[in-house]
């Protein structure tokens, strides 16, 4: 959240040979309807995770934007002007980029970490005199102002802003959750399966080629791992959403 426009952030970033196929399954994916739309990148601490999330964050920006300009860059670099995984990632990126919706996850119900990376994702998609023009953004503001107050919000309303922001964009939103495991954590404490069926919602939204709505986890453990405590059939049903999540292992 804090790096997502801090180009020193990017200075020196060499894609590893796991980073490098990991783009290739996320833009393999973007590029057909048909694939998975949701991932999760996992594992222990120290492997460049949160460095390739804040990456791949950079070349979804704007194409005017000094991030996306030195993410492609140091693309280029890696992977070779020429070659037929740069010429995709170059192309597969809308020229106004995606609506970013990133977020830290903290222990809190997931659809407050996603109210706060929708918010995130409209401060630096759209200036703040473009924002008064979307309607949506009055709705996401009461729903932030209703968590930060200890408020609940039902799935379906995050579902509804999630799409509206989509279309609003006119390119798609990519949301981006870090330290997910953290939320994780908090739904199997608190028998959140509900919460945890959000995840699961968005991953099968609807899609629109022009607004789609894709999702990446960043997480330090398998998904099935965060479930322990809880009773086999609650734990079927985890594995059950994690389903709609292609893993990619990052080590």
Do not use: C
Not at 87 to 114: C, D, M, V
């Amino acid at each position: 959240e804090r790096d997502i426009e801090q180009i020193a952030a990017l200075e020196g970033y060499l894609p590893t040979e796991r980073s490098i196929n990991a783009l290739k399954r996320i833009f393999n994916g973007m590029q057909s309807l048909s694939e998975h739309r949701a991932w999760t990148v996992t594992s222990v601490y120290g492997t460049g995770k949160s460095a390739f999330a804040h990456y791949l964050a950079s070349l979804l920006a704007d194409s005017s934007s000094p991030m996306r300009i030195k993410a492609l860059e140091i693309a280029r670099s890696a992977l070779g002007e020429d070659s037929l995984d740069y010429q995709i990632l170059n192309q597969t990126i809308p020229p106004k980029g995606y609506l970013r919706a990133i977020a830290t996850a903290q222990r809190e119900s997931i659809s407050h970490t996603l109210i706060r990376a929708l918010s995130r994702g409209v401060e630096i998609y759209w200036k703040p005199a473009q924002r008064h023009k979307v309607d949506i953004i009055s709705q996401l503001v009461d729903l932030k102002g209703e968590i930060d107050t200890g408020g609940t919000i039902k799935n379906q309303e995050i579902l509804e802003i999630v799409k509206e922001l989509a279309k609003a964009s006119k390119t798609g939103v990519f949301i981006i959750l870090d330290e997910l495991g953290k939320s994780l954590e908090y739904a199997a404490y608190n028998q959140g399966a509900e919460d945890l069926y959000l995840l699961q919602q968005i991953s099968e939204l609807p899609q629109n080629k022009g607004t789609p709505v894709y999702i990446l986890g960043v997480l330090h453990q398998a998904f099935a791992e965060y479930s322990q405590r809880l009773a086999t059939v609650q734990r079927h049903e985890w594995a059950k959403i994690q389903g709609r999540f292609e893993d990619i292992p990052f080590t």
